[in-house]
């Protein structure tokens, strides 16, 4: 039996550059320090129906209990020192769920909405904003409509406007983690930019190879 739920897909930014830097013993770390952080942030309904790699799928039947999930998730985050930033997509409609999996248009549209956000960005579909009554510490803003991979109309996406933290907070270049200065790294000047890095090894790649790493950040 079909039913209307909210979605939230959350996936790590950055993973694979991290990976390829650090190794698998760190990613395995990571990964788990982030389904850590997924279950201390569930809120109200909200359960965890997959996990898949660096990607979580939750779904709740109330579309509020998604919206401060994300935001508790997204801003425990930018807490952890030497983390990655996570990018989410959350959408409202029909699933049909067997055996744990998630079946139907919503949980695709989900994903083409997650890969449309960077890091530190929570992007949800107008068909979820319209679910959620505006409050004082909860507004949207539109980012006007966007043609998603394989969906035959255009839909209005929105950015909620939670903890940007991490969108000021600097990258480290190499491994794409987001880096404190407050709470110690590494930096190198470049160009007359200073560059934050967690790790001296990081640094010591960068410094090699400095232009190639300045695009990717």
């Known amino acids: 039996m079909e039913r209307d739920v909210a979605i939230l897909m959350a996936d790590l930014t950055g993973y694979t550059a991290m990976t390829e830097v650090h190794g698998g013993e760190s990613a395995a770390n990571i990964v788990n320090k982030y389904m850590d952080l997924v279950d201390k942030s569930l809120y109200g309904e909200t359960l965890v129906v997959q996990r898949i790699g660096d990607q ?35 959408h409202f409609g029909s699933i049909f769920q067997d055996k744990g999996n998630l079946f139907g248009s919503t949980i695709n ?34 980012l006007g409509f966007q043609k998603l991979k394989n969906v035959i109309n255009e839909m209005e996406i929105f950015e909620l ?15 794409h983690m987001i880096v404190n200065p407050e709470k110690g790294s590494y930096s190198h000047t470049f ?22 790493f300045i695009n990717g950040i």
């Open 56 to 90: 979580v799928v939750l779904i709740s039947d109330n579309p509020f209990d998604i919206l401060i999930t994300a935001k508790h998730l997204n801003t425990s985050a930018i807490e952890e020192h030497h983390f990655l930033s996570i990018h989410s997509g959350i």
């Open 161 to 175: 406007n939670a903890l940007s933290e991490s969108m000021t907070l600097p990258l480290d270049p190499v491994c």
């Open 191 to 212: 160009q007359g930019k200073t560059f934050h890095f967690c790790s001296i090894e990081c640094m010591e790649m960068f410094k090699a190879k400095p232009e190639s």
């Open 109 to 142: 549209v989900t994903a083409r909405i997650m890969n449309l956000a960077n890091g530190g960005q929570i992007l949800c579909s107008s068909a979820f904003v319209n679910k959620i009554e505006i409050q004082p510490d909860i507004s949207f803003k539109s």
